[in-house]
């Protein structure tokens, strides 16, 4: 499926720079939500951005209005926009929907993938694996783990041959990294998620699609689980960020 929120191709220069500009607005705000930075229920005063970021306010206007659609931002009547809340019912939820989606594109990604998708989730892999995992979200290694981690989720289902399950796959991915960001400080329940990996990526390869859902739904709710329980130590999702100001 094609972004239709993505602004199409104009010859005009001016135009163009000001689409551009909202593009690096988008990754900003992007990062930072995600990230914890721009914590939940957090008002974003489009003056407060425009210096912040050193871009036109248009420019964050329109950006603030395409991360409503994502479900990163919502905008209040009469009151302008904030980042959008969390909680333990939304968790829950996210997760289970994203268990189901990205389920049926793995499936379908099983049955279709050739020899060359196989060598992009074994390159994936192979890539994580060589990353530690990050108890801060800040740093370049934590910025690179995060980056490797999202590759290999997406290598699993690079082949399902729908643009629709991709996207929405996505979307859900930010949307479960925003609640993961938010509690990677803290960490409650020993895990070894490395194996969890290498266990789903040779269930792919050996193409054995029953197992490897039953791997992808255990992997994810480990994260929820694990997530719910610094939610327990810390009082409540969404009472506070845990970035760094």
């Keep these: 499926m094609k972004n239709t929120s993505r602004p199409k191709r104009n010859l005009d220069a001016t135009v163009a720079g000001a689409r551009t500009q909202t593009s690096v607005a988008v990754e900003k705000?992007?990062?930072?939500?995600?990230?914890?930075?721009?914590?939940?229920?957090?008002?974003?005063?489009?003056?407060?951005?425009?210096?912040?970021?050193?871009?036109?306010a248009s420019s964050i206007r329109e950006a603030l209005s395409r991360l409503v659609t994502d479900g990163l931002v919502e905008v209040e009547d009469q009151?302008?926009?904030?980042?959008s809340p969390v909680s333990r019912d939304d968790l829950e939820d996210?997760?289970?929907?994203?268990?189901?989606?990205?389920?049926?594109?793995?499936?379908?990604?099983?049955?279709?993938?050739?020899?060359?998708?196989?060598?992009?989730?074994?390159?994936?892999?192979?890539?994580?694996?060589?990353?530690?995992?990050?108890?801060?979200?800040?740093?370049?290694?934590?910025?690179?783990?995060?980056?490797?981690?999202?590759?290999?989720?997406?290598?699993?289902?690079?082949?399902?041959?729908?643009?629709?399950?991709?996207y929405f796959c996505d979307v859900l991915y930010e949307q479960s990294d925003r609640y993961r960001m938010l509690t990677i400080y803290?960490?409650?329940?020993?895990?070894n998620a490395p194996k969890e990996h290498e266990d789903l990526m040779n269930a792919v390869i050996r193409r054995d699609a029953p197992l490897a859902c039953a791997l992808l739904r255990a992997h994810?709710?480990?994260?929820?689980?694990?997530?719910?329980?610094?939610?327990?130590?810390?009082?409540?999702?969404?009472?506070?960020?845990?970035?760094?100001?």
Aim: hydrophobic share 40%; charged share 25%; proline share 5%.
């Design 79 to 83: 009151r302008g926009f904030r980042v």
């Design 94 to 166: 996210l997760t289970e929907t994203r268990v189901g989606i990205e389920s049926m594109a793995l499936t379908r990604a099983i049955e279709y993938g050739d020899v060359a998708w196989e060598s992009d989730v074994i390159g994936a892999y192979h890539r994580l694996s060589r990353c530690e995992e990050p108890t801060a979200p800040i740093t370049p290694d934590a910025q690179h783990w995060a980056a490797c981690h999202r590759d290999f989720h997406r290598s699993l289902i690079a082949a399902c041959r729908s643009e629709w399950l991709l």
């Design 29 to 56: 705000l992007r990062a930072e939500i995600i990230s914890g930075h721009l914590p939940p229920n957090e008002k974003l005063r489009v003056q407060f951005l425009t210096q912040r970021y050193g871009l036109a």
């Design 186 to 191: 803290l960490h409650t329940h020993p895990r």
């Design 220 to 245: 994810f709710w480990e994260t929820t689980r694990q997530i719910l329980g610094v939610d327990e130590a810390i009082g409540g999702l969404g009472q506070k960020s845990l970035a760094p100001a």
